[in-house]
């Protein structure tokens, strides 16, 4: 059974939101989604997802506050613990089931209202061996964007290139929070932050929500809706711990996306996909999972950003949206936001950051310090 995207809603995008609850915010991506769908939540979708994590939201059990504003109050819910791309995975499966034939999925953030940002990454640190050393958890992606430049080769410069970039897309995106026109030697000449991270090189956190819709293609066509194929998901973990886990590359991505391969029937993805949503909360973090998602060579995505083949008008486009860097760090809603994103190319709905002639695009995600845990859609306009 094919499985498409009918229905995109996205709110908010912003540093901080203070007229707005989450659940204002959720519901008003719920109701573009819909919209955009010509579906009414309370007869047409059978099931919904949301992803959240108790810890950004402030109180536990937190499946019980989302059914009323995504309409699935005494419907079929099902709460996933993890990044969006998660939950479009788990949807996807859902229809592949045969069960439902039309799904919402939900991720938000409103990381504006948590005071405790840093605690609450750190507490998620190994509670024996490195919590206790009370350091900002951010010293593990400096560790990791060293150790990685070290062994591919990449350089800080083609670092700070993939800030400009990416930054310089958003002032295209009517959403984005960080925007900016940026150059190399503004970001090369910032203050560092946890070295050689600098701190122009690290994504700020917004609100916002996404809510996507998916359906069986039986209930696309009786929905009069022409979908965007999802062809194929694939998410995994590396090792929990700092002392274990790969730091040259990232061996989650990998295995996401030789299972979304698989499914999809990739064989050669630098050739059959024709851009990408990638995660880069960090700046190093796009060329090391564009090098994991074997969309470039070990040592070559800097390159590849340097020559402009990622820009917007490049061979292969990478964050045409501004990515995290240029829209903000919504936490849990990252990946379905670079679904969205690629969803809205796919279908031509891009307004000035639209790309010419895509037919295939990946969405990469990862769920951030201290995680080694990521997710991989691909997505075309053909069945």
Known sequence: MKVGIIGIGIAGFRTTTPELSWKELTYEAAAKA????????????????????????????????????????????????????????????????????VVAVEAHSKISDLLTYEGVVQHALDPIWNKPLRGHPFYVAGLEMNAFLRASGNTEKHCAAVVEKNRNN???????????????????????????????????????????????????????????????????????????????RAKYAELAAQMAYRIAKVKNPAREIDFAEVDDRFSYKELQ?????????????????????????????????????GCGDVVEASGLHRVAEVALQLRGDAGKRQLDGVKVGIAQSWRGIPTTSGAVAIMGVNQ
């Open 34 to 101: 819909y919209q955009d769908a010509g579906v009414d939540p309370r007869k047409d979708v059978k099931a919904f997802v949301t992803c959240a994590e108790d810890y950004w939201e402030g109180f536990g059990i937190f499946d019980e506050f989302t059914p009323d504003q995504i309409g699935g109050a005494l419907r079929p819910v099902c709460t996933v613990c993890g990044d969006g791309i998660h939950g479009l995975a788990t949807g996807f499966m859902q229809i592949q089931t045969g069960l439902v034939d």
């Open 170 to 248: 958003a002032l295209r995106n009517g959403i984005a929070a960080y925007g900016a026109n940026v150059d190399l030697n503004d970001i090369l000449t910032s203050e560092k932050a946890f070295d050689p991270l600098k701190k122009l090189e690290i994504s700020g956190l917004a609100d916002g929500a996404v809510v996507l819709v998916l359906a069986s293609d039986v209930a696309a066509k009786k929905l009069k809706r022409k979908p965007v194929w999802i062809k194929g998901v694939g998410w995994a973990n590396d090792s929990p711990s700092l002392e274990t886990r790969e730091w040259e």
């Open 289 to 325: 999972h564009l090098e994991s998602l074997g969309l470039a060579k070990k040592g070559q995505a800097g390159k590849m950003t340097a020559n402009g083949d990622t820009a917007l008008d490049g061979k292969f486009p990478v964050n045409a949206s501004g990515g995290s860097l």
